[in-house]
Nanobody, 117 residues
Framework: HVQLVESGGGLVQPGGSLRLSCTGS????????VGWYRQAPGLERELVAR???????AYADSVKGRFTIHRDYSKNQVNLQMDSLKPDDTAVYYC???????????WGQGTQVTVSS
């Protein structure tokens, strides 16, 4: 069973940046698919960004051009760089990995991101 731990969340003003990191109890960068989801109060969990083992990435329309997902093999991390943050980005962000695709069977506990002035 792979345990994931997210970090890097917090309170930021609109237009600011945060960098989320996800690390695992074993090598997570080996998984075919890794991604970040988020869930805002009263809404369903949604896929924000994914990184496939073939090097391709995909993003939700709402974050394209602002968020970047990256696998750091040297640190066994999956990172999400979030720029130009908006209040609508406020949510709990979850790291997710899977051997075959997303959503995979392994989730982190989530990290809160709050964008507010």
């Amino acid at each position: 069973h792979v345990q994931l731990v997210e970090s890097g969340g917090g309170l930021v003003q609109p237009g600011g940046s945060l960098r989320l990191s996800c690390t695992g109890s074993e090598t997570i960068t080996k998984f075919r698919a890794v991604g970040w989801y988020r869930q805002a109060p009263g809404l369903e969990r949604e896929l924000v960004a994914r990184d496939n083992s073939d090097g391709t990435t995909a993003y939700a329309d709402s974050v394209k051009g602002r968020f970047t997902i990256h696998r750091d093999y040297s640190k066994n991390q999956v990172n999400l760089q979030m720029d130009s943050l908006k209040p609508d980005d406020t949510a709990v962000y979850y790291c997710n990995v899977g051997p075959f695709g997303l959503p995979g069977p392994y989730w982190g506990q989530g990290t809160q991101v709050t964008v507010s002035s």
